[in-house]
Protein backbone atom coordinates (compact mmCIF):
# COMPACT_ATOMS: atom_id res chain seq x y z
CA UNK A 1 0.00 0.00 0.00
CA UNK A 2 1.72 2.94 -0.96
CA UNK A 3 1.67 5.95 1.93
CA UNK A 4 2.88 9.24 1.34
CA UNK A 5 3.44 11.87 4.45
CA UNK A 6 2.89 15.57 4.28
CA UNK A 7 4.94 17.99 5.87
CA UNK A 8 3.01 20.34 8.44
CA UNK A 9 4.34 23.96 9.15
CA UNK A 10 2.27 26.52 11.57
CA UNK A 11 1.78 30.13 10.21
CA UNK A 12 0.82 32.56 12.56
CA UNK A 13 -1.36 35.93 12.15
CA UNK A 14 -1.95 38.21 15.32
CA UNK A 15 -3.66 41.24 16.15
CA UNK A 16 -4.59 43.88 18.79
CA UNK A 17 -7.25 45.77 17.76
CA UNK A 18 -7.64 49.48 19.70
CA UNK A 19 -10.66 51.85 20.49
CA UNK A 20 -9.97 55.26 22.02
CA UNK A 21 -6.36 54.09 22.93
CA UNK A 22 -7.64 51.21 24.92
CA UNK A 23 -7.06 47.39 23.80
CA UNK A 24 -10.61 45.90 22.77
CA UNK A 25 -9.53 42.55 20.84
CA UNK A 26 -7.03 40.90 20.30
CA UNK A 27 -6.67 37.99 18.35
CA UNK A 28 -4.07 34.97 17.45
CA UNK A 29 -4.88 32.88 13.99
CA UNK A 30 -2.84 29.70 13.57
CA UNK A 31 -3.42 27.98 10.71
CA UNK A 32 -1.54 25.11 8.40
CA UNK A 33 0.96 25.22 5.44
CA UNK A 34 2.22 22.16 4.02
CA UNK A 35 4.75 20.35 1.88
CA UNK A 36 5.42 17.17 -0.14
CA UNK A 37 7.49 16.39 -3.24
CA UNK A 38 3.82 14.16 -4.08
CA UNK A 39 0.69 16.00 -4.79
CA UNK A 40 2.85 19.36 -5.16
CA UNK A 41 -0.10 21.40 -7.25
CA UNK A 42 -2.92 20.18 -5.16
CA UNK A 43 -1.10 20.91 -1.97
CA UNK A 44 -0.31 24.26 -3.23
CA UNK A 45 -4.39 24.57 -3.74
CA UNK A 46 -4.95 23.60 -0.16
CA UNK A 47 -2.37 25.94 1.33
CA UNK A 48 -4.11 29.20 -0.54
CA UNK A 49 -6.94 27.61 0.86
CA UNK A 50 -6.27 28.30 4.17
CA UNK A 51 -4.81 31.51 3.66
CA UNK A 52 -7.38 33.02 1.76
CA UNK A 53 -9.94 31.75 4.67
CA UNK A 54 -7.89 33.55 7.33
CA UNK A 55 -7.84 36.29 5.19
CA UNK A 56 -11.26 36.63 4.92
CA UNK A 57 -11.92 35.65 8.78
CA UNK A 58 -9.83 38.96 9.40
CA UNK A 59 -11.75 41.08 7.45
CA UNK A 60 -15.00 39.39 8.15
CA UNK A 61 -15.59 38.02 11.61
CA UNK A 62 -12.81 40.05 13.43
CA UNK A 63 -14.09 43.26 11.99
CA UNK A 64 -17.60 42.40 12.97
CA UNK A 65 -16.44 41.39 16.76
CA UNK A 66 -14.11 44.57 16.51
CA UNK A 67 -17.61 46.73 15.64
CA UNK A 68 -19.36 44.53 18.73
CA UNK A 69 -16.43 45.36 20.90
CA UNK A 70 -16.98 49.31 20.38
CA UNK A 71 -20.50 49.29 20.72
CA UNK A 72 -19.94 46.94 24.27
CA UNK A 73 -17.00 49.53 25.49
CA UNK A 74 -18.95 52.10 25.13
CA UNK A 75 -21.79 50.78 27.17
CA UNK A 76 -19.79 50.11 29.87
CA UNK A 77 -18.58 53.44 30.03
CA UNK A 78 -22.14 54.82 30.21
CA UNK A 79 -23.10 51.95 32.90
CA UNK A 80 -19.77 52.62 34.92
CA UNK A 81 -19.32 48.65 34.21
CA UNK A 82 -15.77 46.81 33.56
CA UNK A 83 -14.85 46.08 29.88
CA UNK A 84 -13.19 42.86 29.34
CA UNK A 85 -11.54 42.68 25.90
CA UNK A 86 -12.40 40.38 23.44
CA UNK A 87 -10.70 37.68 22.44
CA UNK A 88 -10.42 35.22 19.57
CA UNK A 89 -8.07 31.98 19.28
CA UNK A 90 -7.67 29.57 16.27
CA UNK A 91 -5.69 26.50 16.74
CA UNK A 92 -5.36 23.57 14.56
CA UNK A 93 -4.84 19.92 14.82
CA UNK A 94 -3.72 17.74 11.93
CA UNK A 95 -5.55 13.79 12.78
CA UNK A 96 -4.55 11.77 9.67
CA UNK A 97 -1.53 12.33 7.54
CA UNK A 98 -0.85 9.09 5.90
CA UNK A 99 -2.57 6.74 2.99
CA UNK A 100 -3.20 9.80 0.48
CA UNK A 101 -5.32 11.16 2.89
CA UNK A 102 -5.25 14.87 4.98
CA UNK A 103 -7.24 15.07 7.91
CA UNK A 104 -7.71 18.37 10.40
CA UNK A 105 -9.65 20.18 12.21
CA UNK A 106 -9.63 24.01 13.43
CA UNK A 107 -11.26 25.13 17.07
CA UNK A 108 -12.03 28.58 17.22
CA UNK A 109 -12.51 30.20 20.73
CA UNK A 110 -14.34 33.68 21.42
CA UNK A 111 -14.64 35.17 24.42
CA UNK A 112 -16.93 38.42 24.11
CA UNK A 113 -17.59 38.48 28.18
CA UNK A 114 -19.84 36.76 30.20
CA UNK A 115 -19.00 33.67 32.36
CA UNK A 116 -17.13 31.82 29.57
CA UNK A 117 -16.23 31.99 25.85
CA UNK A 118 -17.48 29.79 22.80
CA UNK A 119 -15.76 27.59 21.06
CA UNK A 120 -16.33 26.36 17.52
CA UNK A 121 -14.70 23.32 15.19
CA UNK A 122 -14.33 23.49 12.01
CA UNK A 123 -13.07 20.39 9.77
CA UNK A 124 -11.60 19.38 6.52
CA UNK A 125 -10.20 16.03 4.89
CA UNK A 126 -8.69 16.08 1.54
CA UNK A 127 -8.35 13.29 -0.90
CA UNK A 128 -5.06 13.86 -2.12
CA UNK A 129 -4.92 11.48 -5.13
CA UNK A 130 -8.28 12.78 -6.71
CA UNK A 131 -7.38 16.14 -5.39
CA UNK A 132 -10.65 16.91 -3.95
CA UNK A 133 -12.27 17.42 -0.53
CA UNK A 134 -13.40 14.03 0.97
CA UNK A 135 -16.91 13.31 1.85
CA UNK A 136 -18.14 11.31 4.37
CA UNK A 137 -19.36 8.93 2.08
CA UNK A 138 -16.45 7.80 0.70
CA UNK A 139 -15.68 6.00 3.89
CA UNK A 140 -18.91 4.40 4.84
CA UNK A 141 -20.73 1.84 2.70
CA UNK A 142 -23.96 1.65 4.47
CA UNK A 143 -26.81 2.52 2.02
CA UNK A 144 -28.28 4.67 4.77
CA UNK A 145 -25.54 6.84 6.02
CA UNK A 146 -27.08 9.01 8.95
CA UNK A 147 -29.14 5.85 10.38
CA UNK A 148 -25.61 4.04 10.65
CA UNK A 149 -23.93 7.05 12.02
CA UNK A 150 -26.66 7.30 14.71
CA UNK A 151 -26.90 4.09 15.38
CA UNK A 152 -23.04 3.90 16.09
CA UNK A 153 -23.05 6.69 18.07
CA UNK A 154 -25.95 6.14 20.22
CA UNK A 155 -24.11 2.85 21.11
CA UNK A 156 -21.55 4.43 22.46
CA UNK A 157 -23.30 7.07 24.47
CA UNK A 158 -25.54 4.46 25.90
CA UNK A 159 -22.01 2.14 26.68
CA UNK A 160 -20.78 5.93 28.83
CA UNK A 161 -23.87 5.83 30.59
CA UNK A 162 -23.71 2.41 31.17
CA UNK A 163 -20.15 3.08 32.72
CA UNK A 164 -21.33 5.86 35.01
CA UNK A 165 -20.33 8.56 32.61
CA UNK A 166 -23.55 10.19 31.60
CA UNK A 167 -22.51 13.66 30.80
CA UNK A 168 -25.48 14.40 27.88
CA UNK A 169 -28.72 16.08 28.31
CA UNK A 170 -31.84 13.59 29.16
CA UNK A 171 -33.13 13.58 25.35
CA UNK A 172 -29.62 12.68 23.84
CA UNK A 173 -31.64 10.34 21.51
CA UNK A 174 -33.50 13.12 19.54
CA UNK A 175 -30.66 15.75 19.87
CA UNK A 176 -28.52 13.48 18.43
CA UNK A 177 -30.80 13.05 15.47
CA UNK A 178 -31.35 16.44 15.23
CA UNK A 179 -27.53 18.18 15.43
CA UNK A 180 -25.89 15.51 13.55
CA UNK A 181 -24.38 16.93 10.65
CA UNK A 182 -22.79 14.82 7.99
CA UNK A 183 -20.03 17.23 7.31
CA UNK A 184 -19.05 17.37 11.13
CA UNK A 185 -16.20 14.31 10.61
CA UNK A 186 -12.53 14.12 10.56
CA UNK A 187 -10.53 10.94 10.33
CA UNK A 188 -7.80 9.53 12.98
CA UNK A 189 -5.68 6.27 13.01
CA UNK A 190 -8.21 4.77 14.94
CA UNK A 191 -10.93 5.34 12.55
CA UNK A 192 -14.01 8.36 11.17
CA UNK A 193 -14.48 10.51 13.68
CA UNK A 194 -18.13 12.79 14.39
CA UNK A 195 -18.21 15.61 16.63
CA UNK A 196 -20.59 17.77 18.03
CA UNK A 197 -21.18 21.23 18.47
CA UNK A 198 -21.20 22.52 22.45
CA UNK A 199 -24.85 22.69 24.16
CA UNK A 200 -25.89 20.01 20.96
CA UNK A 201 -26.32 17.14 22.96
CA UNK A 202 -24.48 17.80 26.36
CA UNK A 203 -23.65 20.53 28.31
CA UNK A 204 -21.15 23.05 27.72
CA UNK A 205 -18.73 21.75 30.33
CA UNK A 206 -18.72 19.02 28.66
CA UNK A 207 -17.18 19.96 25.70
CA UNK A 208 -17.32 19.31 22.34
CA UNK A 209 -18.47 15.41 21.93
CA UNK A 210 -16.76 13.20 19.74
CA UNK A 211 -17.21 9.84 18.15
CA UNK A 212 -15.25 7.51 17.13
CA UNK A 213 -16.03 4.72 14.60
CA UNK A 214 -13.27 2.22 14.09
CA UNK A 215 -11.94 1.00 10.88
CA UNK A 216 -12.48 -2.30 11.80
CA UNK A 217 -16.41 -1.39 11.85
CA UNK A 218 -18.64 -3.10 9.34
CA UNK A 219 -19.88 -0.68 6.83
CA UNK A 220 -16.19 1.52 7.62
CA UNK A 221 -14.07 1.75 4.33
CA UNK A 222 -10.35 2.82 5.77
CA UNK A 223 -8.39 5.40 3.71
CA UNK A 224 -6.45 4.55 1.44
CA UNK A 225 -3.79 5.16 -1.98
CA UNK A 226 -6.13 2.62 -4.04
CA UNK A 227 -7.17 4.38 -7.32
Not at 66 to 79: P, T
Not at 164 to 192: H, Q, R
Not at 207 to 226: M, N, Q
Request: glycine fraction near 4%.
Amino acid sequence: MLSYEIQVEEVEVKGILYYKDNVILNYTIRYPQFTSNKFRLFIQEINEYYRIRVLLFENDQIQELYNLAKEQYEDSLKNDFPFHPYEVVTEFSVTYNQNCFLSLYSDTYEYTGGAHGNTTRESDTWDLRHRRKAKISDFISAKDLREFLIRNILKQIEEEIRSGNNVYFEDYKNLVEENLNIDNFYLSNEGLVIYFGLYEIAPYVSGIRTFTIPYTTEGVIPPCCAE
